[in-house]
């Protein structure tokens, strides 16, 4: 089954999008420790994103909002990068836009946010 190459091409692919997910998370912790003066709290919130542990609020926040809107189709890991590792397959084609299109725009939305916050602090 190694060499079906419908399937090697599939697992490229997904690591291909898993690599720019992380992309993404590297975009968002590179601007916490620029932003954020304590670099105590920079850490805590580059373990908590790193390792995922988001989704237990993202799963809260997805019941408050499904009870709220009347709605069960509401997933708000969907659209955040760390919690798109898991759910990213190119072979099932479960999530392969989203997670592009997801990425890119945290990658670009975040590096421009470094780039405004670091050039506003005064770098000695």
Same mark, same amino acid.
Not at 1 to 22: C, F, V, Y
């Given at each position: 089954? !190694? %060499?079906?190459?419908? =399937?090697? $091409?599939?697992?490229?692919? %997904?690591?291909? !999008? =898993?690599? /720019?997910?992380?992309l993404a998370i590297a975009a968002i912790l590179l601007v916490v420790p620029n932003g954020v003066k304590n670099k105590v709290l920079a850490t805590v919130i580059g373990v908590i994103l790193g390792t995922g542990t988001m989704s237990l609020a993202y799963m809260g926040l997805n019941t408050a909002i499904s009870n709220? !809107?009347? %709605?069960?189709?509401?997933? /708000? $890991?969907m659209y955040m990068p760390d919690a798109l590792f898991n759910s990213v397959n190119v072979g099932a084609n479960v999530a392969v836009i989203n997670a592009i299109v997801v990425s890119l725009v945290f990658i670009v939305l975040f590096m421009a946010l470094t780039v405004k916050v670091f050039k506003s602090r005064d770098v000695k």
């Open positions: 089954q !190694l %060499t079906d190459d419908g =399937k090697i $091409g599939a697992a490229i692919m %997904t690591i291909l !999008l =898993k690599w /720019l997910r992380s709220i !809107l009347h %709605t069960q189709s509401f997933d /708000l $890991g």
